[in-house]
């Protein structure tokens, strides 16, 4: 059936340091394929998304390109901020049919400063 | 933005009792909301979809006797967990689609309930 796996964590990270929070995901068809953040104490918010292969999503400061080679949709940021500590959920549209997204477990980020 | 708003944010309840969650679109209005269950380090599970005036769809194994979902308006859903029992305390989570019923359609998150069944 349609999944995602993702890194499990947490990360930890120093201010300014390279990100990359992998994920891969299994389906039949073409999903579209989204990250969502989650910051402390709020709901899950669309960070981006990317609908077909070869696509990149980016917002404040990320990027995720959407690989139908490898199924991968690996999220990257060049330079993290302590504002960007959160939970990190990859997930997937499956192709056609339901509305229902497929979430991965989570990645929950710390950045410090 | 589109805010949904979810209450409540929490809730302690005693085994045997029953337990409403209200999910709200403030800004728009929601044809479709879901609502999800999350364990500790587990995914975000889908238990159902709520549409409005119609009876919601559960995934495979929910209990709909057990979470009754009523949708009777384009701003509300409600989740209610009857005769709750500790193996039911989790994080709830609704979501709520704006505008037609697309999967191109944004779509809106609530804070999450947690409950707590002692």
């Known amino acids: 059936g349609d999944s995602v796996t993702q890194m499990e964590g947490p990360v930890t990270l120093s201010e300014e340091a390279f990100l990359t929070i992998n994920c891969t995901y299994t389906?039949?068809?073409?999903?579209?394929l989204f990250w969502y953040v989650q910051y402390p104490g709020e709901g899950l918010q669309l960070l981006l998304k990317?609908?077909?292969?070869?696509d990149k999503g980016s917002n404040k400061g990320f990027e995720a390109t959407y690989r139908k080679e490898t199924t991968s949709f690996h999220l990257e940021k060049g330079s993290v901020q302590v504002s960007d500590s959160a939970v990190y959920f990859c997930?997937?549209?499956?192709?056609?049919?339901?509305?229902?997204?497929?979430f991965g477990k989570g990645t929950k980020l710390t950045v410090n400063p | 933005g589109a805010v949904v708003s979810q209450h409540p944010s929490w809730v302690i309840c005693k085994s045997g009792t029953s337990v409403k969650i209200e999910c709200r679109s403030l800004?728009?209005?929601?044809?479709?909301m879901f609502w999800y269950r999350q364990f500790p380090k587990q995914s975000l599970m889908l238990m159902a979809t709520?549409?409005?005036?119609?009876?919601?769809?559960?995934e495979q194994g929910v209990e709909k006797d057990k979470f009754l979902i009523n949708h009777a308006s384009l701003t509300l859903s409600t989740l209610t967990v009857t005769s709750a029992h500790p193996e039911d305390s989790s994080f709830y989570i609704c979501?709520?689609?704006?505008?037609?019923?697309?999967?191109?359609?944004?779509?809106?998150f609530g804070n999450g309930t947690r409950l707590t069944v002692t």
């Open positions: 990317a609908t077909k292969a070869d």
């Open positions: 979501s709520a689609r704006e505008g037609s019923s697309s999967y191109n359609s944004p779509l809106h």
């Open positions: 997930a997937q549209h499956p192709q056609g049919g339901s509305e229902k997204l497929v």
């Open positions: 389906a039949t068809g073409y999903p579209s």
């Open positions: 709520s549409n409005e005036g119609s009876k919601a769809t559960y």
């Open positions: 800004d728009f209005q929601a044809t479709t």
